[in-house]
């Protein structure tokens, strides 16, 4: 028998034994507030939550809608006071059901009514809104409510009665008992369309510590093959035999199988023998000792992520490699006492943000990821290294499984999944590990398909037709893609299933890291991303897929294996434009970045480039730095440390509005590869400065002649500005150069050297223009660095400005011509020409003594040069040193004599 003690809204005391009556409907408490994003406008217009509120037969049973038109948006709160009791239970947990909906019917934007349920003071209740149209914007720092449990999240609708229970809330409450407080079930609804909201059942149920043992043994399946002896325990009512037999049973069995166990190596071993004395090595830190006693919280270099990454257990398998290698007590013993410490100290505040640990605090994001990451990447292997050693006691066992457990019911929060974040490749991943995992618990089965049933989701939200996922950051392409491949090696190892369409999307993924690996073999720091390598990527696609004979070719750098279909390539959705020779290391490189913002780790850095060349990455970017607020990460984030245009010492700013994040189309702009020449076109039109004022929109050109016999090949970048309005604009054109630069004071051409080659930097146009090197500033604003990927340690990189005035449109062309030591560039001279108006040209002097011109209009105009007239906006003209022409690369129409 389950002896929990239900309480419908009443005062709970320590002698209540028996379930409450309803209480009546006068004792519901009607609030109001609004959404964050509320205007002013809106309210005029009467976008305000004021739906009919009714009760049903029983009074406990709310009704919230009325509707039908969509006129309604904000928040309703529906309160009832309690008296916290005194003694306060061992654990408390809330439980409702609800119905929610909401007529809209755009790809754009998710279904909303949000649920959650809510502890506040009667101070925090009484400083809410009566009546709808007084309702305020809601703060969300915490000062808002004592706790919050989420219940249901923007993206489905609720049209039958689902039942939902909390975590435990009686932590949050201890500060209150004897108090009288409001718990409240609050329903935001966001949009113009018909919502509609119904709650009944609203109950608090009391568990003793003896009661949720007894709850969490009678999740077992006692048919289960093995578990005769706990079976024949609960039977007699001796827990304690049946939590012996469970332990014993965990202890000893072959299926499902574990995840693979590695010996330590040498290294491995001397930190383990680090982890002994409380010596972490995290997050790009230098190896810090925290003492004696781990605090969960530690944080010795004030930056949230040390703790964080301490909180997911990583270091518990290289514990566990040194205890496979060596049999010493001592790793066990240590991974015991960091076990049951952190069991007891959740949940654990992180910074001023977060908290860790399956549970809630009021006015903190749980870290659901890190929920995710320890149950798939860590907990499991741990557990596995552990379980036969004798300081591994029999409660210790029990107390990981019931955490393991409570992580699923955390995970099972459809608020705790993030569809369109790698977070939610996280979340699914690891409650997938604990349903495939824990078959002998009666959940186990809803666990298992409830997590595939969202991985199968995520990938088809968070992966673009070109395989790129949504952040459009590499390092968190591979984040989203590791997980669903942790979860497809667990089924394979287990005998579990994942659908077939699930594997199969996979492949493009793979395809991805072969559009856009650069010829060292890295991926291009886009966006939050480091210069993360291919390799391992290659081979894992080759095992899943080996008739894609390109994956091999790629890993091993052309020397075996399938060449590519294509070698330059495009991603249209991602809008990644990669021009390449190919794949080997003295290959050359261009990316350029077309594409919507980003999903999440965005970079304000659209147009941007990277470039390799000779064996170097001779146009660099920022990356990725670490994640915290100072003034350097500000940088990193901004479009001063990337390669693109700024306007009027202004930066790009996407990040104000959120309909440029992701797109269901491909990026706008042409694309052209052949033989000879690769060709791309993008635009950047959002505003620049913090109110996207300042309207100019840059279109930026590349083409991309490629190296031939006795000659290097280069590039040509064409920006083109046009202002919405008639004042004059300063333009900034960036160029971070990971190399020695110096600038020509006559011709301003920027020579730049390094080890392997060197490279010509030259610039021309309508306009006059000057070229600053900018390395390792401060003052008046950053400019000049790069991450090294260690924690708050960034070195100087010499950056060209390039900068031009004018009024109306204007343009400019740029030239980089890169060669490998002891042969020499292949431009070494620009000149602008006379043309058209609205037409750019230059005349681009080879180091064989032939010339090259090159010319582009504003979209539609037709290109005048020298006195001869071409259709369309691109061309492109080779003359030997004798003047005979060579050849014409022409781009909108044939070319036409004047």
């Known amino acids: 028998m389950n002896r929990m003690v239900a309480i419908i809204l009443v005062a709970l005391s320590a002698a209540a034994v028996v379930r409450a009556q309803p209480a009546p409907a006068s004792e519901w408490e009607i609030r109001y507030a609004q959404l964050p994003d509320q205007t002013e406008e ?51 947990t809330a439980s409702l059901e609800y119905q929610t909906f909401c007529e809209i019917d755009r790809p754009d934007m998710l279904r909303s009514g949000t649920v959650s349920l809510e502890l506040l003071t009667l101070e ?43 975590n435990d809330l009686a932590a949050p409450l201890r500060p209150y008992v004897g108090r009288e407080v409001v718990i409240a079930i609050t329903w935001a609804a966001y949009h113009f369309d018909e919502e509609w909201a119904r709650f009944r059942g609203l109950a608090l149920t009391a568990k003793s510590e003896a009661e949720m043992m007894r709850e969490f043994l009678e999740s077992f399946d006692p048919h289960y093959p093995g578990l005769e002896a706990y079976a024949a325990a609960m039977e007699r009512g001796d827990l304690e035999a049946a939590k012996r037999a469970i ?97 007891d100290a959740m949940p654990v505040n992180i910074g001023r943000h977060y908290v860790e640990g399956p549970y809630f605090v009021a006015g903190r994001a749980p870290l659901t990821l890190d929920a995710g990451i320890r149950m798939a990447q860590s907990w499991w292997p741990a557990y596995y290294y552990f379980r036969n050693s004798p300081s591994f006691d029999v409660e210790s066992q029990f107390r990981m499984l019931r955490s393991f457990a409570r992580h699923a019911e955390y995970l099972m929060n459809e608020a705790h999944f993030h569809l369109t974040s790698n977070w939610g490749a996280m979340e699914a991943n690891g409650l997938y590990h604990i349903g495939v995992m824990l078959p002998e618990m009666l959940p186990a089965k809803q666990w298992r398909e409830t997590a595939t049933e969202r991985l199968v989701a995520a990938m088809e939200a968070q992966v673009y037709p070109d395989g790129a996922q949504i952040e459009l950051t590499p390092g968190y392409h591979g984040v989203t893609l590791g997980n669903f491949l942790g979860s497809l090696d667990l089924a394979r190892r287990t005998g579990a299933e994942l ?33 993360g390598g291919v390799a391992g990527w290659m081979e894992r696609g080759l095992e899943l897929f080996p008739q894609r004979g390109e994956f091999e070719y790629v890993l091993t750098s052309g020397a075996s294996g399938q060449r590519p279909e294509r070698t330059s390539w495009r991603l249209p959705y991602a809008g990644f434009n990669v021009m390449r020779t190919g794949w080997a290391p003295d290959d050359s490189y261009l990316l350029m970045e077309t594409g919507p913002f980003g999903r999440a780790h965005q970079h304000e850095d659209k147009l941007g480039l990277i470039c390799y060349a000779a064996g170097h990455r001779l146009l660099t970017e920022a990356g990725t730095y670490s994640y915290d607020a100072s003034e350097w990460r500000r940088y990193v984030l901004s479009t001063r440390a990337h390669n693109t245009v700024m306007v009027d010492g202004m930066e790009q700013n996407r990040r104000a509005l959120p309909e440029t994040r992701v797109s269901d189309a491909p990026a706008p702009g042409r694309w052209h590869s052949d033989a000879e020449f690769d060709f791309a076109e993008g635009f950047y039109d959002s505003g620049y400065g913090e109110d996207n004022a300042t309207r100019v929109r840059h279109t930026r050109r590349v083409l991309f002649v490629k190296p031939g016999t006795r000659r290097q090949g280069y590039w040509v970048i064409a920006d083109l500005m046009v202002p919405e309005d008639g004042a004059e604009h300063t333009y900034e054109a960036l160029f971070h150069l990971d190399a020695q630069v110096a600038v020509d004071p006559v011709t301003r051409t920027v020579s730049a050297s390094f080890p392997g080659g060197q490279a010509n930097l030259l610039s021309a146009g309508g306009r006059e223009h000057e070229v600053e090197i900018v390395e390792g500033q401060t003052e008046p604003v950053v400019q000049g660095w790069l991450p090294t990927g260690r924690h708050n340690e960034l070195r100087p990189v010499p950056t060209a400005v390039v900068r031009w005035q004018g009024a109306g449109p ?51 105009e037709t290109i005048e040069l020298r006195g001869e007239r071409a259709d369309g906006d691109v061309l492109l003209r080779r003359y030997d040193a004798d003047g005979a022409l060579k050849s014409i690369f022409a781009l909108g129409a044939r070319e036409l004599s004047g």
């Not at 004592?146 to 939902?164: F, K, L, S, Y």
């Not at 999307?505 to 210069?531: H, Q």
């Not at 490998?820 to 037409?839: D, H, N, Q």
Request: glycine share 8%.
């Open 124 to 166: 925090q209740w009484d400083a809410l809104a009566r009546r709808p149209e007084e309702a305020r914007i809601r703060e969300s720092d915490g000062s808002a409510w004592i706790a919050v449990a989420p219940v249901h999240a923007q993206g489905e609708d609720v049209t039958q009665w689902r039942a939902w229970e909390s």
């Open 247 to 343: 332990v014993e049973h965990m202890r000893t069995r072959t299926e499902p199988p574990g995840p693979p166990l590695v010996e330590a190596t040498g290294a491995e071993i001397e930190r383990a023998e680090e982890i002994l004395d409380h010596v972490f090595r995290l997050v790009g830190t230098p190896p810090t000792d925290i003492g004696e006693t781990i605090q969960w919280n530690e944080d010795p270099h004030n930056y949230d992520q040390w703790p964080i990454a301490l909180n997911r257990h990583v270091h518990w398998r290289t514990l566990g490699r040194a205890y496979l290698a060596t049999g010493d007590e001592r790793y066990a013993r240590e991974f015991v006492a960091q076990l049951n410490s952190w069991i």
């Open 42 to 92: 809106w309210t005029r217009m009467g976008r305000i939550p004021a739906w009919e509120i009714s009760f049903g037969e029983d009074r406990q049973e709310v009704h919230i809608g009325g509707d039908e038109e969509g006129r309604f948006r904000g928040i309703v709160l529906l309160g009832r006071r309690w008296r916290v009791p005194d003694p306060l239970p061992e654990a408390l």
């Open 499 to 531: 659908p077939e369409s699930f594997v199969a999307g996979l492949e493009r993924m793979f395809i991805y890291y072969v559009a856009i690996a650069m010829p060292d073999g890295r991926t291009p720091a886009l966006n939050d991303s480091s210069w």
């Open 810 to 860: 204007s343009a400019i062309l740029h030239v980089i011509s890169p060669a490998a030591s002891g042969t020499k560039p292949e431009i070494v001279g620009i000149e602008a020409l006379r043309c058209g108006e609205g037409t750019v040209a230059v005349a681009l002097t080879r180091s064989d003594g032939g010339t090259d011109v090159f010319a582009t209009s504003h979209a539609g």
